[in-house]
């Protein structure tokens, strides 16, 4: 069973940066043919995929947050981080990381372990 346990502030003040840490067991975040994933919900609204970093460290973004969003990871923890900086109050939202798989074509074949979200508030 891989876990998954988003780590990080609760409030953030705007233009600040955010920072979360996503720590995994069970499982390597090195291990071949899996991303790991970054998705945020705002309240009423949809998923929204952030970006993603692979096995072997090389990290894909959203392209409407690529400017503010960087995605890096601690092999020797087993923990991968996100940063969003520049933020506003519309970046409220329920943070999740995630584990996605894919096959030696590139295909997506989805997302099979999730952090339960931590809920972060941009506020002055």
């Known amino acids: 069973q891989v876990l998954l346990q988003e780590s990080g502030p609760g409030l953030v003040k705007p233009s600040q940066t955010l920072s979360l840490t996503c720590i995994v067991s069970?499982?390597?975040?090195?291990?071949?043919?899996?991303?790991w994933a970054w998705i945020r919900q705002p309240s009423g609204k949809g998923l929204e995929w952030m970006g993603a970093i692979d096995y072997s460290g090389n990290s894909y973004y959203n392209a409407s947050l690529e400017s503010r969003t960087s995605i890096s990871r601690d092999t020797s923890k087993n923990q991968f981080t996100m940063q969003l900086s520049s933020v506003t109050p519309g970046d409220t939202a329920v943070y999740y990381c995630?584990?996605?798989?894919?096959?030696?074509?590139?295909?997506?074949?989805?997302?099979?372990?999730w952090g339960k979200g931590t809920l972060v508030t941009v506020s002055s």
């Open positions: 995630a584990r996605v798989e894919y096959d030696d074509y590139g295909v997506l074949l989805g997302m099979d372990y």
């Open positions: 069970g499982g390597s975040i090195t291990t071949k043919y899996f991303y």
